[in-house]
């Protein structure tokens, strides 16, 4: 079946800027994560998401960062006034949501962004 | 923090097995140990994950030791496509009182597959 899709697969930007990186999980998965990597680094939690709720926005590192899932399915990552310091790929993942065993977050190609 | 030390990288000839080894020495019992493995440019892989037995499938084999302060990944026979940096992850089981669900990573291990 489809898996985590992310669009776009690139974007360029300028410092100040708005961009907004999209991210289709799995079907029919309730919980969705955004995840940040930078180069030569392991990916970095941002926020986590269960159906519509943000349930836990700690890894989010200022105000200008900002994620909503409306209608609990697909979810918008946003960065107002980029900075330099923003470049990197950013990871969407989705899983199940259900508690039991395990609970395996599968993850997208990724949105490599980069502030110019 | 990861709750996880891993090599920084290995090599590995092709057609031979790789087994890549991971430390969770303050692993708690309610922690599963994670694998995933990233090819350069793709987002990262699921590749298996336990609590205490050791288990199987298609991909790969998944050791943990009794003490469950480590374990090991097998790739039976490794190829070419499995060049990637493999992560091991620790986290509790989703449901766990105060647990967050959040992975948390470290580096890695680069392996390299050489023909």
């Known amino acids: 079946g489809a898996g985590v899709s992310q669009t776009p697969s690139n974007k360029v930007t300028e410092k100040g800027k708005y961009v907004e990186l999209r991210c289709d999980p799995i079907s029919g998965h309730t919980a969705l994560y955004w995840y940040r990597q930078s180069l030569g680094q392991g990916p970095e939690f941002l926020i986590y998401f269960q159906g519509t709720g943000a349930a836990d926005d700690s890894g989010l590192p200022n105000d200008r960062f900002f994620a909503v899932r409306p209608e609990g399915s697909v979810s918008t990552l946003k960065i107002q006034r980029t900075e330099r310091g923003d470049s990197a790929v950013y990871l969407c993942?989705?899983?199940?949501?259900?508690?039991?065993?395990?609970?395996?977050?599968?993850f997208g190609p990724g949105t490599r962004l980069l502030v110019l | 923090d990861a709750k996880t030390t891993q090599p920084t990288s290995m090599d590995c000839a092709e057609g031979r097995a790789a087994n890549l080894p991971c430390n969770h020495s303050t692993i708690s019992g309610n922690e599963y140990v994670y694998w995933y493995r990233q090819i350069h440019s793709q987002g990262p892989q699921y590749i298996i994950h336990g609590l205490k037995n050791n288990e199987t499938n298609e991909m790969a084999s998944l050791i943990i030791t009794e003490d469950r302060k480590s374990s090991t990944l097998i790739l039976p026979h490794a190829t070419l496509r499995d060049t990637a940096v493999y992560y091991c992850i620790v986290r509790v089981a989703p449901g766990t009182p105060g647990n967050n669900r959040k992975l948390i990573w470290g580096l890695g291990t680069s392996l390299a597959v050489n023909p």
């Open positions: 993942a989705s899983s199940s949501g259900l508690a039991g065993r395990g609970e395996t977050q599968y």
